[in-house]
């Protein structure tokens, strides 16, 4: 063997067949990064174990933990880049927690990704709706206990923070809290699936949903995305049908999830039972929390002020609930926050609120001897003033003024007296085969660039279709501040026997911006929301609409804390689908909107009357406008 390369080893070969991937886990060398991660299944009590992944920075010693369940896997949750810098490994909204020197924790909820057990969407909390002794309250409880008793690095001392899905899992751990739970940030979290959360706005269904609901429940990893072949997701949902037809195409009806949101498509017990204002409303607030929402989450843009709204009135001393709102989009809190779409902000908003509120705020109970921090009861980011306001509660008033839509496409404060207009009302043609589209088409639903900013984009797309009515008022001549949820109530009729409402509450800029000369005429949606006619006398009792027969439209746009500038005008769009986001009203009443026939979808004359006894308004929170 003299002269061969491989010399003396040549005694000690590897058998061509020894199995290259080995049993005994494989442990890389300390090869100089500044943390350990410890990858765990932590047993829950009916025996189930959670796959967690644990980030210690270095050294660490009383360090306080910081713990995320999730259903969008914990691996590639805990790790944004290869890196030997836990700065760079973890998220970039976890950019505090690292310079702070917390020990970041994620979780796979159950029957998700490395998690045993079985998953359930949004499980339910133990009750009328969940017979097995576990739930997201328990399975945090029984996490929280392990790692206290785990994790020598630690202090024994646990914070609980996610967005939307992840934000749910905050709050379910707040329903019966582990002692070591001190404080908690739930972010944009779902909170009611069927009023203004995820898979329904008042009644109407989100059709992007078929797809989330393939991805995440076809499988224990990933599901398989829908691939539809056509370009513009407005041609295809038109194409597809009902929403049970697009369901039916791809096979997401034999989900188990689909099964149980078409067989509830009103707000009965199946979604009361599960609505967590309510939930937690019921309960003791114990752990300090911050509810964190964006103000154009275009996911759950109702669920984080009822949570808040609910908790509140159990958090007598006005120490232990907060609010914050932010100009982001659907958890935009964890990412840069200088603009949405075209709309820009003063600075990066998400990471002064991450590191001047959220951490001081998880500091003050999670690191010993950290000093109090100055949180206010609620923090709002001002929209149009562009400002941070300190508020000691929210909303600033119940006191509604009513704006009212009038002939001639006005608006105005003052009540249309009798005989004052011409006309009685405004019609549109409501068409099922062509209806409004939510975003300008093409639409592409599932592309974040459009999807992420689109409650912000220019409303302009909309206001001169021939089936949308625009309202406006003068040019204010003072700026006029909104500080709540604006009611809208609406007097309207149709020639069919059902028919959904989309009332969106708009500033218009003036001509010339000079900062920003894209913006002239911009059309800014401030509140916007849509209503499915059939629950007007109730959510829960879908009633046909009588042709012809003027009814009364109630209901709440989500909050808004905005200036109206001098110089702008305010706009009310009406108009009758929001499409392929919703899906359609057939306007003929059907039992169930998930299985109409193509036959159920017909053309309707919409009326919107501002005649006495029948003025249309949307109401106003008006304040008085801050310095
Ligand atoms: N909005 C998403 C979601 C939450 C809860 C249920 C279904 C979807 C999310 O971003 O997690």
């Known amino acids: ?39 765990v299944m932590i047993p829950m009590r009916d025996g189930v174990r959670l796959h967690t992944v644990i980030t210690i920075p270095k050294g660490a010693a009383r360090a306080p933990m910081i713990l995320s369940r999730t259903p969008y896997n914990a691996a590639k949750r805990s790790e944004r880049n290869v890196s030997p810098h836990m700065a760079s490994m973890l998220a970039e909204g976890d950019d505090g927690y690292v310079a702070n020197g917390y020990i970041r924790v994620y979780q796979d909820v159950r029957g998700k990704y490395g998690s045993e057990g079985d998953y359930v969407m949004t499980r339910p909390l133990r009750g009328p709706l969940n017979d097995t002794p576990v739930d997201h309250a328990t399975d945090a409880w029984d996490t929280i206990d392990w790692l206290v008793k785990n994790i020598a690095q630690s202090n024994g001392k646990v914070g609980m923070v996610g967005s939307s899905y992840e934000g749910f899992t905050v709050l379910m751990a707040l329903a019966d809290p582990h002692p070591a739970l001190k404080a908690a940030v739930p972010m944009s979290a779902m909170v009611d699936g069927w009023r203004g959360d995820d898979w329904f706005h008042n009644g109407a269904f989100r059709v992007n949903n078929l797809s989330y609901i393939a991805g995440q429940t076809a499988a224990r990893g990933n599901g398989p995305n829908i691939a539809t072949g056509v370009y513009d997701d407005y041609e295809f949902a038109l194409r597809a049908g009902s929403a049970s037809d697009y369901a039916k195409r791809f096979g997401i009806d034999q989900l188990t999830f689909t099964k149980k949101i078409f067989e509830h498509p009103a707000y009965d017990s199946f979604w009361q039972n599960q609505a967590l204002d309510r939930v937690l409303g019921a309960r003791a607030l114990k752990v300090p929390t911050m509810h964190v929402v964006g103000r154009w989450d275009q996911e759950d843009i109702y669920g984080p002020y009822a949570a808040y709204a609910a908790t509140e009135k159990l958090d007598t001393s006005n120490t232990m609930n907060h609010l914050v709102v932010g100009p982001w989009r659907h958890s935009g809190v964890n990412y840069d926050g200088s603009t949405l779409g075209a709309i820009r902000f003063t600075g990066d908003t998400a990471a002064e609120f991450r590191r001047d509120v959220m951490l001081p705020f998880f500091n003050q109970y999670l690191k010993d001897g950290a000093p109090k921090a100055d949180t206010p009861p609620v923090l709002s980011y001002r929209t149009g003033a562009n400002k941070w306001q300190r508020l000691d509660k929210w909303p600033l008033t119940d006191v509604m003024q009513p704006l009212y839509l009038k002939a001639g496409a006005r608006l105005d404060f003052d009540k249309p007296g009798a005989g004052a207009s011409s006309t009685q009302a405004d019609d549109y043609v409501s068409d099922p085969a062509k209806p409004v589209p939510f975003v300008a088409r093409p639409v592409r639903m599932f592309d974040g660039a459009v999807w992420k900013p689109w409650l912000a984009s220019d409303q302009r797309a909309f206001s001169d279709r021939p089936d949308v009515l625009a309202y406006v008022s003068d040019k204010l001549d003072a700026p006029l501040q909104i500080s709540g949820q604006a009611m809208v109530n609406l007097f309207a009729s149709t020639t069919g026997s059902d028919a959904d409402w989309v009332v969106k509450l708009i500033d218009v800029y003036p001509d010339e911006v000079a900062s920003q000369p894209e913006l002239g005429g911009y059309q800014l949606g401030i509140a916007m929301d849509i209503f499915r006619g059939r629950y007007r006398t109730g959510l829960d009792k879908p009633a046909a609409i009588v042709p012809n027969k003027v009814e009364r439209y109630r209901f709440a746009l989500p909050n808004a804390d905005h200036v109206f500038l001098k110089g702008h005008r305010i706009m009310v769009q009406v108009q009758s689908s929001w499409f392929p986001l919703y899906d359609r009203n057939p306007q003929t009443f059907v039992p169930n909107i998930f299985f109409a026939r193509p036959g159920d979808y017909r053309k309707a004359t919409h009326k919107v009357f501002h005649a006495p006894g029948m003025e249309s308004a949307v109401e106003l929170p008006v304040v008085p406008v801050a310095k």
Not at 1 to 20: E, K, R
């Open 1 to 39: 063997l003299a002269g061969s390369p491989l010399g003396a080893a040549q005694t000690a070969q590897t058998a061509p067949m020894a199995p290259d991937i080995v049993a005994t886990p494989f442990e890389m060398p300390d090869h100089g990064a500044d943390y350990v991660k410890r990858i």
